[in-house]
């Protein structure tokens, strides 16, 4: 289904222009040749490497009949497991407990609904390219870069790195762009001013919450709208603010899109029901709610004249600047060093909004110091991933907290 759709996006549009990557242009044709060459993959494919390698293995696995797992060029190469469900087509990777990431797995239809919801809601189309500066590989960028590209012919142009002047230079190219990034890039292009003037047809942000107070100055400065979208690695888009203005709060996600029911579980968590959820996880924590069409999210909030309000995310995993770890993962990583008794790792908000939140350890030294523990743990942990707040001297109660209490209570004390 995906290699047929493919397959149409390819013979209305096989001479344009489909990515552009530095000096390097590919037209549709050229991905379809680099395909040719490919052997029959036989097992999993990993689409990783720049954007159009990235795209290239995906087509891979759709050709072949292979799962797609995006992934980013230096990620560690993870373990699978060993049985997918029966439909599985795209795989996609969520912190785990003890460290390991789970897989949550998709069908092919689920993939494709939730990219012709995006292209829909956001008016994409293939006149107007999409600037890649946010990860290809992570569950945002795919659907909203990769996807469209590959399953409605909508170009993409990438940059390196989401640097401004690198932005800046990649965005005088075209008369217009769609851009989809997140808070923390829009504040250092805001700061920088390559937005004032820029021919930016869509400004979209995602991946963490978008402040009302850098959302207003961008407006107010430039002209240019964000539009925050809101999504899940298990269910892909669920709402979008389309209006022409500043929202009147922070906790507005905008309205549910075309196709998608949400409403607020017993629990006070949104439920989220559409064709676009995830067939499952590859283990179920208590509590959780993935498959049969339906995804029981973290976030807790409310309805009000249909736009979804958010009130606060009970999420373990954690959030920084649209990056999210699981705190097992450093947990364990810490642990390995053999520096430490006991490690506890959760996060505290940011007094940077965009940053979201920032990782903090509580640990219990055995051996060495704490900066040889850093040092340490640097090996396995990229260096968003180590903890900005180090806790070595926590009383004994303390570690009889939970995450969420431990959360409240240094967020509090800082």
Avoid at 35 to 47: D, G, M, W
Avoid at 317 to 335: C, D, F, H, T, Y
Avoid at 340 to 364: L, N, Q, W
């Amino acid at each position: 289904m995906l290699y047929s759709r493919w397959q149409d996006t390819l013979g209305k549009n096989r001479d344009r222009t489909a990515v552009i990557d530095g000096s390097e242009v590919w037209t549709f044709a050229d991905l379809a040749d680099r395909l040719a060459s490919l052997p029959q993959a036989r097992q999993p494919v990993l689409a990783r490497g720049n954007v159009a390698e990235v795209i290239v293995r995906v087509l891979q696995g759709w050709r072949d009949g292979e799962a797609v797992l995006p992934l980013e060029k230096d990620a560690p190469e993870p373990e699978l497991p060993a049985v997918f469900p029966d439909t599985t087509a795209h795989l996609k990777l969520t912190p785990g407990i003890a460290g390991k990431p789970r897989a949550v797995f998709f069908s092919a239809e689920q993939i494709a609904a939730d990219a012709d919801r995006l292209v829909t809601a956001m008016g994409l189309r293939h006149e107007i390219p999409n600037l890649a500066a946010a990860s290809v590989t992570h569950s945002y960028g795919f659907s909203s870069i990769i996807l469209p590209l590959l399953l409605h012919g909508v170009p993409v142009h990438a940059v390196d790195v989401p640097f401004p002047r690198v932005v800046s230079d990649a965005l005088a190219e075209h008369e217009g762009v769609v851009l989809p990034a997140v808070p923390s890039m829009w504040k250092a292009w805001h700061r920088s001013g390559i937005l004032s003037g820029a021919k930016i047809a869509l400004a979209v942000s995602a991946g963490a919450p978008l402040s009302l107070e850098l959302e207003t100055q961008v407006f107010e400065s430039c002209g240019l709208k964000l539009h925050n979208f809101y999504g899940a690695s298990e269910c892909g888009g669920i709402s979008f603010d389309s209006s022409d203005t500043p929202r009147a709060s922070g906790s507005d996600l905008g309205s549910p899109l075309d196709g998608v029911t949400v409403s607020v579980h017993e629990c006070g968590r949104f439920l989220v029901a559409s064709s676009s959820v995830a067939l499952g996880y590859e283990a179920s924590r208590e509590g959780e709610q993935l498959g049969s069409g339906q995804f029981l999210t973290q976030d807790y909030g409310r309805i009000g004249n249909g736009r979804l309000l958010l009130e606060s995310s009970g999420a373990e995993s954690i959030n920084v600047a649209g990056r999210k770890i699981g705190p097992a993962k450093i947990e364990a990583a810490l642990m390995a060093t053999g520096l430490v008794e006991k490690a506890r790792v959760f996060g505290v908000p940011s007094h940077d909004p965009e940053r979201v939140e920032e990782i903090t350890a509580m640990i219990a030294l055995k051996a060495g110091t704490l900066d040889d523990l850093r040092h340490a743990a640097s090996a396995a942990l990229a260096g968003w991933e180590l903890p900005r707040h180090w806790l070595a001297d926590a009383e004994d109660g303390a570690w009889r907290l939970t995450r969420a209490e431990l959360k409240r209570r240094y967020s509090s004390s800082r």
